[in-house]
């Protein structure tokens, strides 16, 4: 089975810097897209960022210019650099992957664990 692992959350003051990691946690067959999601307190998750495999990429709104979503192909990686943070940006945030395990299934969709960013003075 699959696992997304992801590190990177903690406590940050407006203005800083956080970048969160994801990798499975073995060898994949195939990855598609990649992304990642935040939800805050009461809200639905919603889209934060994502790659397609051809390194695509799109942005909420909300975070465009100040997040960068990134893949590392070899180590079944992919990775979100925020910079400029906001209170508004606190949430728990999560890796979601579209893979393919191995060459005998189909493709599945993942979910990181989730990891807490919090913004705040």
């Known amino acids: 089975q699959v696992q997304l692992v992801e590190s990177g959350g903690g406590l940050v003051q407006p203005g800083g810097s956080l970048r969160l990691s994801c990798a499975a946690s073995?060898?994949?067959?195939?990855?598609?897209?990649m992304g990642w999601y935040r939800q805050a307190p009461g809200k639905q998750r919603e889209l934060v960022a994502a790659?397609?495999?051809?390194?695509?990429?799109n942005y909420a709104d909300s975070v465009k210019g100040r997040f960068t979503i990134s893949r590392d192909n070899a180590k079944n990686a992919v990775y979100l650099q925020m910079n400029s943070l906001k209170p508004e940006d606190t949430a728990v945030y999560y890796c979601?992957?579209?893979?393919?395990?191995?060459?005998?299934?189909?493709?599945?969709?993942?979910w990181g664990q989730g990891t807490q960013v919090t913004v705040s003075s």
């Open positions: 790659i397609t495999s051809g390194g695509s990429t």
């Open positions: 979601n992957v579209d893979l393919r395990s191995s060459w005998y299934k189909s493709n599945s969709v993942y």
């Open positions: 073995r060898s994949i067959f195939a990855i598609n897209a």
